[in-house]
């Protein structure tokens, strides 16, 4: 079971500012260990996507995003799901404040 | 002659401040970063899930423990400690606390919940997410540690004789990094804590995440750290010297709202 995530969303004159944290160990292959990793993240605004991102083992453990989307408003739901290297998810869903 | 020496030794000092002023705004500017992707949140969200919890022998939650501000009240208890415990006779910092109410309230030995107090980036201990949890509860509170009762005042004294107190390999105490105004490691201030102004927002920002090992760090760990720092015999966890400590430099921070969990380089 994947660790907890957290987000905040709000509206602000025309644009969504989001914040997302996710617990994930982001383990690397300097460590010796065997690579574990987050390798994508969508975001999904009203259910629809708006954003796919590809990301690598450069990002650090526990990370957070911060990013705008356009338009949005009270209410809409945004939702956030990352998918690792090992096949292992997390989403988290919050409504715009 | 004279007066010419006299403007020498003027720019001589003006322009050093504003180098050392530089510098300290570039500081800041890298501490406001990590502290907007801080994962401190994640660490709160655990000790919760901890706190609720039924654990020990008496399977049961940490939801009843006494923090000073009666059973299982959160807000506000930690800006309040260490304080004075009547039922356990002695002065306790949040850990000893959080101790004192497993082996009572969960039944578990000392042992076995001291078994771990400090984890790893793999792996934080319970202490740290509990401390995340309960320290986050009391943001926007201004510190207030006990320093009223006769075995609090004893408290504050003897954290204070330990802190100008020089021991161990290398005849360090505290006050030998901690004492003398604009010094610092690398990138780190040291703040002169025996004085309020400097100690306060240190206090107010305690425990915190520490960004360059991913993990999060209590105040039982941070004195700890200091002593093997000091080449010092390592102190015991929940001890009376840790705690009175701890006790020393919150009562001389108090006031200062406190705004942690923080974040550090």
Not at chain 2, 20 to 37: H, L, P, R, S
Request: glycine share 8%; with cysteine; aromatic share 8%.
């Amino acid at each position: 079971m994947a660790g907890p995530m957290k987000m905040r969303a709000t509206a602000q004159g025309g644009t969504t500012e989001v914040r997302v944290l996710m617990t994930h160990p982001m383990t690397t292959a300097q460590s010796g260990q065997p690579l574990h990793f987050i390798q994508n993240v969508t975001v999904k605004q009203n259910g629809k996507t708006v954003i796919e991102a590809e990301i690598s083992q450069a990002v650090s453990r526990n990370p957070v995003f911060s990013f705008r989307l356009k338009g949005g408003a009270k209410g809409d739901k945004i939702e956030v799901s990352w998918l690792d290297n090992k096949g292992e998810s997390n989403t988290i869903e919050t409504a715009v404040a | 002659m004279t007066r010419f020496f006299g403007t020498i030794v003027i720019l001589g000092l003006t322009a050093i401040p504003a180098a050392a002023q530089d510098t300290k705004k570039e500081i800041q500017k890298y501490q406001q970063m990590i502290a907007e992707g801080s994962p401190v949140e994640l660490f709160e969200l655990e000790g919760e899930t901890l706190w609720k919890k039924p654990q020990g022998p008496h399977n049961v939650s940490l939801e009843k423990c006494d923090l000073g501000q009666g059973a299982g009240v959160l807000k506000g208890a930690y800006a309040r400690l260490p304080r004075y415990f009547k039922d356990a006779d002695r002065v306790m910092d949040l850990e000893t606390r959080l101790l004192h109410c497993m082996t009572t309230l969960q039944g578990r030995s000392r042992d076995e919940a001291t078994k771990r107090v400090f984890g790893n980036e793999n792996q934080p201990s319970e202490m740290e997410y509990l401390s995340a949890y309960i320290a986050g509860q009391s943001r926007g509170v201004k510190l207030a540690a006990g320093h009223t009762h006769p075995k609090e005042k004893a408290a504050y004294e003897l954290g204070k004789a330990l802190f100008f107190h020089r021991a161990g390999g290398w005849d360090m105490s505290c006050a030998s990094c901690h004492g003398e105004d604009n010094k610092r490691i690398r990138m780190q201030e040291l703040p002169v804590l025996h004085k309020p102004q400097a100690a306060r927002p240190i206090m107010a920002t305690w425990p915190a995440y520490r960004v360059s090992n991913s993990q999060f760090k209590t105040m039982q760990w941070r004195i700890n750290d200091c002593y093997r720092q000091m080449r010092y015999p390592e102190p015991k966890f929940a001890s009376e010297a840790t705690i009175a400590l701890i006790t020393y430099l919150t009562v001389t921070a108090a006031g200062e709202p406190y705004r942690g969990p923080g974040t550090k380089r």
